[in-house]
């Protein structure tokens, strides 16, 4: 055999052996070895090089992937992914993206024993006594340029994030004097975050200022202010972050209705209500109406012209005719904040922390489907029938995924309470990952079972899902929810709903129902039958299969022919390391 290159005279040191390990992963080389920095630079220096094999046979040397360490490096190679552990921090590299350079990501978790890595798993261990272990097919990196919390986005690392614009504000202390500083950015583009607007105040001990993002359309964008001396809410264009011409004309805060504004009044404004404002003309807003009333909470748009305000009640108003509002429907003793709507159903939660579905399919005659008392919801992502929610129960916080619609009676709890930290508020449910405000991570893609992936940096009120990005107030990270691979026809990714379409008919069912789903491709799949505990029922299918629409009926027995009860199921479909779970209800 003839070599084609000669590493060994690229390294010289006079005491320790040159080269240390070698491993490859597809056509690149890892090379822990020694090199020799000169008197100057130390002598000789304990690293890892990353390299790769070019057509001709040669090695190429990447200075940007050196890592410098106390000790050898630990080091593993798993699907693409060198795994690096330096300087006791635990870092990712994508091979994917060399050459020019390796995408390098510090993944904030610490480590000081060997990595183990495989196709889907990397395990660490951060003390002598603790092992953890990861599921990379979620690799949670490190927020992409821009960096939002340094000095061009003022150094704040928490802030609101709502249709599409981030918020972020701070208060700095000099002796007895304040100052202000609230920051608006249109985020729409993630990696290129547009400001819009600075706002700043200083006052005394007793001052205070906070800000609040309101609304948006496709034009403008409604942020509120509220301080000691008063309140209001301003218009900003979003394409040019030009503070548009009128100043909302009342206190309280404002929603979009198409080419309207609802407003509220606060009580530095003279006659209570809501306001109807024709906000057609961007910089020139009018009042078409006002409705009166000691309206309180934030009013909730159902469709064009049709509101939800509550006084001490729960109204639903027409105001097509602006001049003539039309009340269709009340509910007695019922205010409070309107935290999700599903076709004709509302979900509210009430002054008290009751947590109340309400049916909305006749507006003129609204109902209460059920009331579950002293939940303490604090925010609603919904999936379909179920739904994650952040839960505030006697001072503890966690989350937890409810079926909503199943039980007449009230939601059923399909899974424990979540582990999480102090101060969980709000969560985002995407595809088979939700996320928690601190920028927790969890897999539910079986709902009844869900699994903590790890965590990003920072806290938000909020949360915004851009087609590659989850936008936070503490920055933007890629989306961690598997989709297909496989294009459309214009080339878009489809989304994580529809990758496989997996689908149950009938549904309620007795005797038996069909399990249906779509193979993009040929390949291996399974389709696993769990029960509302999580437990595995039946292996409904497992193999391979070729592209197209597949099959298969459950009959409602488990893998040893014994019938199954009443009650809620739960059919996981597999294909690769992509999944998609569905519901199934069974009735005896």
């Given amino acids: 055999a003839v070599p084609v290159d000669s590493y060994d005279s690229y390294w010289v040191s006079s005491q320790d052996k040159n080269v240390h390990r070698v491993d490859s ?40 992937t050196y890592f410098l360490g106390m000790d050898w490096p630990q080091y593993a190679l798993s699907s693409g992914l060198l795994h690096v552990a330096s300087g006791d921090m635990y870092w990712l ?8 350079s390796a995408a390098t990501h510090e993944t904030g978790h610490t480590t000081n024993k060997p990595l183990v890595a495989t196709a889907n798993t990397v395990i660490h261990g951060p003390s002598n006594s603790l092992f953890e272990v990861y599921d990379v097919r979620f690799p949670f990196f ?39 500083y609230a920051y608006l950015y249109d985020v729409s583009n993630p990696l290129a975050a547009l400001e819009i607007a600075t ?14 993002l309101c609304d948006a359309d496709s034009e403008r964008v409604i942020m509120a202010m509220v301080s000691n001396y008063g309140s209001g809410c301003q218009l900003y264009d979003r394409s040019t972050g030009e503070t548009l011409s009128t100043n909302l004309p009342y206190g309280g805060s404002a929603v979009f209705d198409d080419s309207r504004i609802y407003q509220l009044t606060s009580d530095m404004d003279v006659v209570p209500g809501l306001s109807i404002l024709d906000a057609s003309e961007p910089g020139a807003v009018s009042e078409l109406g006002f409705l009166s009333g000691n309206f309180s909470y934030t009013p909730f748009v159902i ?84 739904a994650v929610m952040a839960i505030n129960d006697n001072f503890d916080n966690f989350l937890q995924i409810f079926d909503l619609v199943c039980n007449p009676t009230g939601p059923v709890a399909l899974s424990p309470p979540f582990p999480s930290e102090e101060g969980v508020y709000g969560a985002l449910w995407d595809g088979d990952v939700v996320y928690d405000n601190r920028m927790q991570v969890y897999d539910v893609s079986q709902p009844s079972a869900p699994n903590y992936l790890g965590r990003g940096v920072g806290s938000t009120r909020g949360m915004h899902r851009d087609e590659q990005w989850i936008v936070t107030g503490a920055g933007c990270f890629p989306a961690q929810c ?42 291996e799949a399974r389709l696993i039958l769990y ?18 629409r597949q099959s298969v009926t459950w009959n409602g027995c488990d893998d040893q022919g014994r019938a199954q009860a009443s009650g809620v199921y739960f059919a996981r479909l597999e294909v690769g390391l992509q999944g998609e779970s569905t519901k199934l209800v069974l009735l005896r």
């Fill in 25 to 64: 992963e597809g056509e690149f080389l890892v090379v822990a070895s020694v090199r020799w920095q000169g008197e100057e630079g130390g002598g000789p220096t304990k690293g890892l090089d990353l390299m790769n094999l070019d057509p001709s046979g040669q090695l190429f040397l990447n200075d940007d």
């Fill in 93 to 100: 590299i994508d091979l994917a993206d060399f050459p020019p």
């Fill in 142 to 180: 490190v927020s992409p340029d821009p960096d939002w919390s340094g000095p061009a986005y003022h150094d704040i690392a928490t802030g609101q994030v709502s249709n599409g614009f981030m918020l972020k504000e701070k208060t700095v202390w000099s002796g007895m004097v304040f100052s202000y």
């Fill in 199 to 212: 706002y700043s105040a200083s006052g005394g001990p007793d001052d205070f200022e906070d800000a609040s």
């Fill in 303 to 386: 469709e064009q012209n049709i509101v939800v305000v509550f006084d001490y009640d729960l109204n639903i108003y027409d105001l097509s005719d602006p001049a003539a509002p039309v009340e269709l429907s009340s509910l007695a003793g019922l205010g409070g904040t309107i935290m999700a709507q599903q076709d004709d159903r509302l979900y509210l939660n009430t002054t008290f922390g009751d947590f109340v579905a309400i049916d909305i399919s006749n507006l003129n005659a609204i109902s209460t489907v059920w009331e579950s008392s002293s939940m303490g919801v604090r925010s609603v992502d919904l999936n379909g029938d179920l």
């Fill in 482 to 523: 598997v989709v297909s691979g496989v294009p459309d026809d214009d080339g878009a990714t489809p989304t994580p709903s529809a990758r496989f379409n997996l689908q149950v008919a009938p549904n309620p069912f007795n005797p038996q129902t069909l399990v249906s789903f779509e193979m993009p491709m040929a390949g």
């Fill in 531 to 548: 029960d509302i505990g999580g437990r595995q029922v039946r292996t409904l299918m497992q193999g391979h299969f070729p592209a197209g």
